[in-house]
């Protein structure tokens, strides 16, 4: 009885000592567009970024796909207060996988880490017809500039599928991304050679 009363216990205590955690690969790797704490540098494996379209917006973009030959930098950070409710309203249209035994990162203590996907089922390829913003692609790039350097740019654009199918929307003098981004002429040099390299189309707004 003892042994089960000590077991249990120690169940408890690593219960707590568990940290919530997200992986952010898109526009939460750009730490101006949120103010969760702790977020460092991380790369997760067995998934691959995609350009996207569900019914859920009018816009194409970002969700990962499984892929077990690929791996993708990103940024883990806490969960405030372990609210998870809020940080799914903000990523509605995606649901949650535990990645824990997939993520490297130096983040202490038992984190539980998250990435958010599409449910498979609930996105098609991207068309003329929802186009993926420059604003937005513009604050995603940013945050890879400023974490993981022009090397980190770069693997981003070779780790995303479906730049030959989602036109690109020139939005950049009305921006339609609602946490858009100020960029300067050196970071929209690093969007627009990206873009070039990989073939995308940019259609004006």
């Known amino acids: 009885m003892g042994q089960d009363l000590e077991l249990r216990g120690a ?3 690593m219960r707590a000592m568990t940290i919530p955690c997200f992986f952010g690969y898109g526009s939460l790797v750009n730490t101006r567009t ?6 460092r540098p991380a790369r997760v494996t067995g998934w691959r970024r995609a ?4 019914p859920l917006r009018d816009r194409c973009f970002l969700t990962v796909v499984p892929d077990p030959d690929c791996e993708i930098d990103g940024l883990v950070a806490t969960v ?8 799914d309203l903000r990523e509605h249209g995606y649901t949650r996988n535990d990645v824990s035994q997939a993520v ?4 202490g203590g038992r984190a539980q880490v998250a990435i ?12 003329a ?3 993926v913003v420059l604003s937005y692609l513009d604050a995603v790039v940013q ?3 400023d974490v993981f350097g022009p090397e980190g740019v770069q693997r981003f654009f070779d780790t995303t599928s479906g730049w030959d199918q989602a036109p690109m929307l020139d939005d950049r003098a009305a921006p339609r991304y609602p946490r858009a981004q100020r960029l300067n002429a050196g970071e929209r040099a690093h969007v627009d050679a990206g873009l070039a390299r990989v073939g995308a189309r940019v259609i004006k707004a």
């Open 80 to 87: 405030p207060d372990g609210d998870w409710a809020a940080l």
């Open 104 to 107: 490297r990162h130096d983040l």
């Open 34 to 39: 949120h103010d969760y704490p702790d977020a």
């Open 129 to 131: 017809d929802n186009p």
């Open 11 to 13: 169940i408890l205590m």
């Open 143 to 145: 945050g890879f500039l």
């Open 51 to 54: 350009w996207r379209h569900s």
């Open 116 to 127: 958010y996907a599409i449910p498979t089922g609930a996105h098609h390829d991207p068309s």
